[in-house]
């Protein structure tokens, strides 16, 4: 299995590592700190290179259990100790993103108590859905409001890890309508933003709030009975 290191520094953007399987344009890793797509969070992109050879990574995703980095550009030898690096813009908005959809899950979980059904990101871009029945008026300004004042007051992100008994006795690690935690992951990665929101999560994430910029609520929309779409957008002011 390969280490996903972005899950213990999530600021990691250089590492060495050993190719130990190739499939066509892809390569599997004993170690790794491109993140993988998964939990609607894309994939981070960079480059690799060895002492014969250089290539882009375009591509990362998890397939039948394996980290998959897919490659443009010549391929390496399985066994090839290869020097990665992530490009930091991408990795930066992919983490302020992820925090701000935090942010967001952590305002409505504490004010209305409601859960998410679904949600997915892009650079600097979002959307979550929840579970709620009507959007009263003014229920965005209200929202984007309550979400920057948890910007402004510097809230610390911390990381930890809970043995997979002790987290599923606490029912708030679990944000989502359904728990989308496998079966098989026997240690549940957790982060908290420390006042307002802790949930098991296994994305990259900023280490404060003031890091994530200004949320825009662009839309909020009807999916269907119940259920409630909300879109937003970030800002660096």
Request: net charge negative; with cysteine.
């Amino acid at each position: 299995m390969t280490k996903r290191l972005y899950l213990y520094d999530a600021d990691l953007l250089a590492f060495t590592a050993t190719v130990i399987s190739i499939d066509d344009t892809r390569i599997e890793l004993d170690q790794t700190a491109f993140y993988a797509t998964s939990g609607g969070q894309p994939h981070d992109t960079g480059h690799i290179t060895w002492d014969s050879g250089a290539a882009a990574v375009i591509d990362v995703r998890t397939i039948d259990g394996k980290v998959l980095h897919t490659l443009a550009g010549v391929m390496p030898e399985v066994g090839t100790e290869i020097h990665g690096v992530v490009d930091a813009d991408r990795r930066m908005t992919m983490m302020r993103t992820h925090t701000a959809m935090h942010i967001l899950c952590g305002v409505i979980w504490r004010d209305w108590k409601r859960v998410v059904t679904g949600g997915s990101m892009d650079a600097l871009s979002g959307r979550m859905d929840f579970e709620i029945e009507q959007i009263p008026e003014g229920f965005a300004n209200e929202v984007e409001d309550l979400c920057n004042v948890e910007i402004k007051k510097d809230r610390p992100v911390e990381v930890s890890f809970l043995s997979r008994d002790n987290a599923v006795l606490d029912r708030d690690l679990i944000r989502t309508k359904n728990n989308l935690v496998p079966e098989s992951v026997e240690e549940i990665r957790v982060v908290d933003i420390v006042g307002l929101d802790r949930q098991a999560d296994g994305g990259t994430h900023v280490s404060s709030t003031n890091q994530v910029g200004r949320i825009e609520i662009t839309k909020t929309e009807s999916k269907g009975k119940g259920f409630k779409r909300i879109r937003f957008v970030l800002h660096d002011d």
